[in-house]
């Protein structure tokens, strides 16, 4: 089992950037792929980004492609997303979430949230125009 938690979200202008981060803690985070979700009031979870086990394949979702950018860091046990030339429309909560995957196919599409068990709870980002 794995248990995450986010951190790193908080208000920023637009034209920003803010790094949110994910750590992980349990089973061996190696063999998870990950993902990132945002839902912004009155809307459903979106996903955001997709990597698979030691990231050999990132997935970005259109609406994020070319300003965010995920990542992991295996030893830390810790994924990041990266945000920048934040809108105001990315004002969200933000997950990230994991599936035990250790498939190096996983993660051809960005995928949805049914794909994970693993949920962290979220952290809120604003940004203002």
């Known amino acids: 089992q794995v248990q995450l938690v986010e951190s790193g979200g908080g208000p920023v202008q637009a034209g920003g950037s803010l790094r949110i981060s994910c750590a992980a803690s349990?089973?061996?985070?190696?063999?998870?792929?990950m993902g990132w979700f945002r839902q912004a009031p009155g809307k459903e979870r979106e996903a955001l980004a997709c990597?698979?086990?030691?990231?050999?394949?990132?997935t970005y979702a259109d609406s994020v492609k070319g300003r965010f950018t995920a990542s992991i860091h295996i030893a830390r046990k810790m994924a990041y997303l990266q945000m920048n030339t934040l809108k105001p429309e990315d004002t969200a909560v933000y997950y990230c979430?994991?599936?035990?995957?250790?498939?190096?196919?996983?993660?051809?599409?960005?995928?949805?949230?049914?794909?994970?068990?693993?949920w962290g709870q979220g952290t809120q980002v604003t940004v203002s125009s």
């Open positions: 979430a994991a599936h035990w995957s250790p498939s190096s196919d996983f993660c051809t599409v960005v995928g949805g949230q049914g794909w994970y068990e693993y």
């Open positions: 349990g089973r061996t985070f190696d063999i998870y792929a």
């Open positions: 990597i698979n086990y030691r990231a050999s394949r990132i």
